[in-house]
């Protein structure tokens, strides 16, 4: 192999194959080169790939249709118009004394602006922060002061988030909206700007993604990746999930989270497909499926909460004559759900897995000729995964649990990220022994199907975030009643896990509906919506180890038995019980 574009030109051309087995075969052949060659010194995505293959070979392609759900509204734009696009941005930002190596923040919804600043950012050599639109002013004040922005973009209703928190920070970045604020600069100036610009030369290994992720202890780490780890990387992402070039591709995933970037960015427009974006507000599931339908979409992904709410809906209503292939990633879905969709579809929901700091290294690609339902499929071609025991040995035995690794003594895999950024401690802690620990854990069985078990850390998974327990018992142990406070996953039929919090009160305070009110009427006010305790229990203690420790597993323990037998605390109250909420949040 001989230069990465070459390298993208041959994995579209295998991708492509309209024989499954021919291709599982190439691949193979494919990747057990790709993992081995000699990297190039430098590679810009965006100018040999996108701009250098696709605008290329087919500038007047539709590259992204847009769709808002709120007021049907309706944008699409071809290669050649999204370069053009691109290239706007980056000279406005340039123009604005962003240099390479400077944090862009974007904190848009689906809106095709989002596309435009990624690839700007990309080919500028800056560092994207996708920032979730969910985010409250407490939260961005803290990645502010961790991770300084030289610029922001974002929608009016991000704005005003944004300007609340930078009150509080030295930060002063350039400020750009999408729609009008006082203090901010419009996009519209934007469009201002030449359509054409030239390419920052990057090294392989220079960053360009920084995405802030939950862990156990401690605040939001920051997950660093480079000019090749998600851009050469998202080859797996693409295969896996096995988008061609003549499909139409969508994913239910919000911008501001790594699964955008897979599935909505990357593994679409390494093939040179289409992409679907999505906007609303609020999710209307028959009205998205009616879209799926309308715009024939013929390769999809969703998280499992989606899926579990689409089997709600009546199924038999909608044509999905085009859909070819649909994934799923996040937890296991149950029989039910697969089948269900493989009956009104014809078409099997296939797990797939990886994390922020990773692409897809676990999965069903389209030639697995029988998923098995809770099973995410074979380790991939890109990651060397492997399980081994709590003393780091290897375990080859079929059904024996242990840690999802990846082996770094045969090869590195492209796909994986450089390190916690400005945490030296917690990139010493998942990278040891030679290996990369995920932090989950699994086991094979005789067949070499893979079963997830869970987090072998207490990071909760709830919907299609993960939250670590620390920042939501910080935000409870600031309320003036509480002393203190430990923080579950508690079982949840849709979305896999809620948020519950174990709550020990000072001496002055007692157990009351009025109390759970209050509580949850602080968290909301500095957390998240999705990190914000859905249960709230009154304890008279936690239990802890000998060095003070919280025993979460054992409160998982308990929570799981209590849940399983329909069983209710004394001191327990529910979010969703509360009327007031929805008045007062």
């Known amino acids: 192999m001989s230069g990465l574009k070459d390298v993208y030109q041959e994995f579209i051309a295998i991708n492509n194959l309209a024989d499954y087995e021919v291709r599982k075969e190439e691949l193979k052949k494919f990747f057990g080169k790709l993992n081995r060659m000699k990297l190039p010194d430098c590679f810009n995505w965006v100018e040999e790939v996108f701009e250098g293959i696709h605008v290329k070979e087919r500038g007047d392609k539709k590259a992204l249709l847009w769709y808002d759900m709120d007021n049907e509204e309706k944008r699409s734009f071809t290669y050649s118009e999204i370069s053009k696009e691109c290239n706007r941005l980056l000279n406005y930002l340039r123009g604005q004394d962003i240099k390479k190596g400077d944090g ?23 560092v994207s922060v996708p920032t979730a639109t969910t985010m409250v002013p407490r939260e961005l004040e803290y990645r502010f002061g961790v991770y300084e922005p030289r610029a922001i973009i974002a929608d009016e209703k991000s704005a005003e988030m944004v300007d609340e928190a930078l009150n509080n920070c030295r930060a002063d970045p350039v400020k750009i909206v999408v729609g009008e604020r006082s203090g901010w ?17 990057l090294k392989c290994d220079d960053i360009v993604f920084n995405f802030f992720t939950s862990g156990t202890t401690g605040l939001p780490k920051m997950v660093g990746h480079t000019a090749v780890s998600y851009p050469l990387g998202h080859l797996s992402t693409a295969y896996i999930i096995g988008i061609s070039t003549d499909d139409v591709h969508t994913n239910l995933s919000a911008p501001g989270w790594a699964k955008f970037a897979w599935s909505s960015f990357f593994a679409p427009f390494i093939m040179g ?17 009616s879209i799926i339908s309308e715009y024939n979409i013929n390769t999809f992904c969703a998280p499992p909460t989606a899926w579990r709410i689409f089997m709600l809906q009546k199924l038999e209503d909608y044509e999905f004559d085009n859909l070819r292939e649909v994934v799923s990633a996040g937890e296991p879905l149950n029989p039910e759900i697969i089948n269900t969709w493989k ?9 797939f897995y990886g994390q922020t700091e990773s692409t897809a290294m676990i999965g069903n690609p389209p030639w697995v000729k029988e998923v098995i339902p809770g099973s995410f499929g074979f380790p991939g071609y890109m990651h060397d995964i492997a399980i081994v025991d709590d003393d780091g040995n290897l375990i080859s035995e079929p059904n024996t649990v242990g840690h999802i690794v990846v082996r770094l003594d045969r090869w590195k895999p492209i796909g994986l990220f450089t390190g916690y950024i400005g945490d030296e401690e917690k990139t010493r802690s998942v990278f040891r022994n030679n290996m990369y620990y995920t932090g989950d854990k699994a086991y094979f069985d005789k067949k070499g199907y893979w079963w997830f078990i869970g987090r072998a850390d207490d990071v909760i998974k709830t919907s299609d975030y993960r939250v670590g327990p620390f920042e939501v018992e910080s935000a409870l142990i600031e309320h003036h009643a509480v002393a203190e406070a430990a923080v579950i996953g508690s079982p949840d039929k849709i979305r896999w896990q809620i948020v519950k919090a174990f709550v020990v009160l000072k001496p002055d305070y007692r157990p009351s509906r009025e109390l759970a009110l209050d509580i949850f009427v602080h968290c909301s006010k500095i957390l998240a919506k999705y990190k914000v305790p859905r249960i709230i229990e009154f304890v008279s203690e936690l239990p802890k180890t000998i060095s003070g420790k919280i025993r979460r597993n054992e409160l998982r323990k308990i929570e799981e038995d209590r849940r399983a037998k329909g069983e209710r605390g004394e001191y327990e109250y529910f979010y969703s019980e509360f009327e007031e909420l929805k008045r007062k949040i």
């Open 104 to 126: 862009i923040y974007m904190m848009l919804p689906a809106l095709p602006e989002t596309w435009f600043s990624l690839l700007a950012s990309l080919k500028g050599g800056f």
């Open 185 to 201: 600069i419009s996009y519209e100036d934007v469009k201002k700007e030449k359509s054409n610009a030239k390419a920052e030369k």
């Open 273 to 289: 497909a289409t992409v679907l974006g999505i906007n609303y507000n609020r999710f209307v599931p028959d009205r998205y499926l």
């Open 343 to 351: 009956k009104y579809t014809g078409t099997t929901i296939r797990d």
